[in-house]
């Protein structure tokens, strides 16, 4: 599993490298560096008469750049160094690769102090920002914010940014004003945790994880982050014995819809069958039995006491909890509503279960008016799926600044209430109680449709009901929905795509993954 560092896990880590291993700091940028101009010449090929502009900023960043154009030169290409700051001002090893460089006289290179309007009506087949790295916080102003907004301008132009975007905040992924918009970022020894959140996501392109042998030194930190990808979810997979039938491959009770929300029960229950569990009853209010049980055929709808309001009444829990002994994993919440006496049901159900819970939607919010009853529950596995506005309810603070610092938060969630949190969005992050957290790498923005939430719930249920430990259950369930939601935009693009395309394409994305575990193995 990739790991994911912080600004100040990185920097950390380059220190103690340096200091342990005594290698010298120049050699790291001499390889990172390098490894940018390669990075650029297996994206747009042969450097040969190609035009690079590079712009170098005043710390370590600029220092890459200016090795980076000493390296194009040698590939053949035409070279436009623009200095962000006064010469004079270098010191330590940025002012040795400067010195380095503009001695070297090369008749295609050009530095220049100023990025004038001559320069600027010009076509370059590459730009590199070198401005600022992963040290930088803030917001850009003056002319780096001038020269973001051009570069961002530049249609027809490779964008690279070295380590980092310009503006992008390499913790967090906040951009305050403005950032460069990379084609790809070439980022050092381990790729940072804001390339994936906020609006680093869309500012940092494709991501080069480069190699320049930085040894891997144990880090003064309390939890880590990791990267979730293909072959980490592969490996977690339940196989299912050719011996396995419906009582052992997953027993689901899905409480779940209200008069007028039947559709979030559904995609739920239909979603959990169609992740691998081998039996699924969908618990509803009478109320709408009929408007359900006509379009079940393998889920099998229990009718159970409603409210006037045609909600889960106070008089179901005994037939409730006989279903729950009943099951191996219990999903509460989605569609179920804001119905006064819904929200005790839903208490209940949480302090007393003792089986594994997956909550979601309105059983969130239910939960949201006295969230300490998590420390008070009997069930030890239970997984939060919310999105960021029931998260906001759970923590009682804005979503604004839940996005701030979304990693952190969750993780800290995660551990005060002993859960695994699921916190959906772009991306999704999910906590372990250990503090351990992981970023979802599948998904696209087709998948921001209604009931979307509701088809995840079901696949967090079947893993759950197939064995597996919660916290994988978890990071696999977000990887094979953002994985389906991919296979549907394929097939339909993401405009119009609804709920339903993606909990149909739930077993394509099963079926690829085992595939490529047989692949593997063999």
């Not at 961002?152 to 490779?158: L, M, V």
């Not at 959990?272 to 408007?291: D, R, T």
């Not at 394409?505 to 193995?521: F, K, N, R, V, W």
């Amino acid at each position: 599993m990739k790991e994911v560092l912080t600004a100040e896990e990185m920097r950390q880590r380059d220190e103690r490298a340096t200091s342990l291993f005594a290698i010298p700091s120049l050699l790291l940028m001499e390889s990172a560096g390098r490894s940018v101009v390669e990075t650029i010449e297996r994206e747009i090929g042969s450097l040969r008469s190609k035009s690079l502009l590079i712009f170098c900023g005043k710390g370590n960043n600029g220092g890459d750049g200016f090795v980076a154009a000493r390296y194009a030169l040698h590939s053949g290409a035409e070279v436009t160094v623009v200095l962000l700051s006064n010469p004079t001002e270098f010191t330590g090893d940025l002012k040795t690769n400067f010195d380095i460089l503009r001695r070297s006289s090369h008749h295609h290179l050009r530095i220049v102090r100023s990025f004038s309007a001559s320069f600027r009506s010009v076509h370059y087949d590459g730009i590199v920002d070198a401005m600022f790295g992963i040290s930088f916080h803030g917001a850009l102003t003056g002319e780096y914010a001038k020269i973001a907004k051009w570069i961002n301008a530049q249609r027809k132009s490779f964008v690279v940014a070295v380590d980092i975007s310009s503006g992008c905040n390499a913790t967090t992924g906040e951009v305050q004003t403005i950032a460069v918009k990379a084609d790809v970022t070439v980022t050092m020894g381990r790729p940072k945790t804001g390339m994936f959140l906020g609006k680093g996501t869309e500012h940092s392109g494709k991501i080069a994880v480069v190699d320049i042998e930085i040894p891997s030194v144990p880090l003064k930190r309390n939890s880590a982050t990791f990267l979730v990808e293909e072959d980490d979810v592969i490996e977690q997979l339940p196989r299912r014995p050719r011996t396995a039938n419906k009582n052992s491959a997953g027993k689901i009770f899905v409480l779940a819809g209200s008069k007028g929300l039947t559709g979030a029960a559904l995609l739920s229950s239909s979603s959990a069958l169609k992740s691998g569990a081998g039996l699924v009853v969908l618990g509803i209010p009478e109320k709408v039995f009929s408007s359900i049980a006509r379009r079940t055929l393998e889920v099998m709808p229990m009718p159970l006491p409603s409210t006037a309001d045609g909600t889960f009444a106070l008089a179901a829990l005994p037939q409730i909890y006989k279903r729950i002994a009943w099951a191996d994993v219990v999903i509460l919440g989605p569609g179920i509503s804001l119905n006064a006496e819904t929200k005790k049901v839903v208490h209940d159900i949480v302090l007393h279960s003792a089986k594994p819970l997956v909550i979601d939607a309105d059983g969130l919010n239910a939960l949201s008016e006295d969230v300490p009853l998590l420390l008070k529950r009997k069930s030890k596995p239970v997984i939060l799926t919310p999105h960021i506005g029931e998260f906001s309810r759970l923590v009682k603070l804005p979503p604004e600044e839940i996005e701030t610092n979304k990693l952190e938060i969750a993780r800290s969630f995660a551990k005060r209430f002993n859960v695994v949190l699921v916190l959906k969005g772009a991306p999704t992050v999910i906590a372990a109680a250990n503090g351990t957290a992981f970023i979802n790498s599948t998904g696209n923005a087709g998948m921001a449709t209604a009931g979307s939430g509701d088809v995840l719930s079901g696949i967090v249920a079947a893993l759950l009901g197939q064995k597996m430990e919660p916290t994988a259950a978890a990071f696999a369930s977000v990887f094979i929905h953002g994985m389906a939601g991919d296979i549907a935009a394929l097939k339909i693009g993401e405009m119009g795509m609804v709920a339903g395309d993606i909990a149909h394409t739930i077993p394509h994305a099963l079926h690829y993954l085992m595939e490529e575990s047989h692949g593997t193995s063999n």
